[in-house]
């Protein structure tokens, strides 16, 4: 199974990614998540993307782009894998796309997880409370600004999608096990 997850921050890519993780045995690949291991190990690469991330933009896609490469490479990656928060730009998609035509790889499917705006600030607010994990961009306004940048940049990545007939719609405002259980019917069928 090669899944996409896509969403606005906050709409519960990684939660959901999580539990796929454990229901089809295929790692999680995000890129917000290695990115963050970078900074912790204040690698070159890290250092570099701490500031942008901070202020809620974009990391370059050759920055991105190349972390996706290198990992799709790896043995876990050969049953499959879930993509979180990867890719968030047309480039990206582009660049995935021959990735994977270069590997022999096929996506399965692409599931939009659509949620609120106010909702999705209130979830923020309360990572950013409860986690104990500081995350230097979980806070309204940066949030506002990573919400505005989904809409400009990462949003027309559906019709992009659209086109190649891949796209499932899940509703991420349901509790945790439903929107897990609405993938699950998505990405078979
Ligand atoms: P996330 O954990 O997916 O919410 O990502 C946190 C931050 O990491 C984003 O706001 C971006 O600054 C950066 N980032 C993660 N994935 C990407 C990507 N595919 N392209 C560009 N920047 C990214």
């Known amino acids: 199974m090669r899944l996409i997850l896509l969403g606005p921050p906050g709409a519960g890519k990684g ?13 999680q690949l995000s890129t917000g998540d290695i990115l963050r291991s970078a900074i912790a190990a204040r690698t070159p690469m890290g250092l570099a993307a701490k500031e ?6 974009l990391v370059s896609d050759d920055i991105v782009n190349g972390i996706v490469s290198e990992r799709l490479d790896a043995e876990d990656c050969k049953v499959g894998f879930i993509l979180d928060g990867f890719p968030r730009t047309i480039a990206q998609a ?3 796309d021959q990735m994977l035509a270069e590997k022999g790889m096929a996506l ?26 500081a995350r ?7 949030l506002r600004k990573r919400l505005n940048v989904y809409r400009e940049l990462t949003e027309p990545l559906v019709e ?3 086109h190649k007939r891949l796209v499932r719609t899940v509703d991420g405002m349901q509790p945790i096990e439903d929107v897990t259980a609405a993938i699950r019917r998505a990405v078979h069928n």
């Open 94 to 96: 582009e660049a995935l």
């Open 136 to 142: 230097g961009d979980d806070n309204q306004e940066v």
């Open 108 to 133: 399965d499917a692409v599931v939009e997880i659509t949620a609120d705006a106010d909702v999705l600030v209130r979830r923020i607010t309360k990572r950013a409370r409860e986690s104990g994990v």
């Open 160 to 162: 992009y999608y659209q």
């Open 52 to 57: 942008v991330m901070d202020r809620g933009d």
């Open 15 to 27: 939660t959901q990614a999580q539990i796929l993780v454990e229901a089809y045995g295929i790692p």
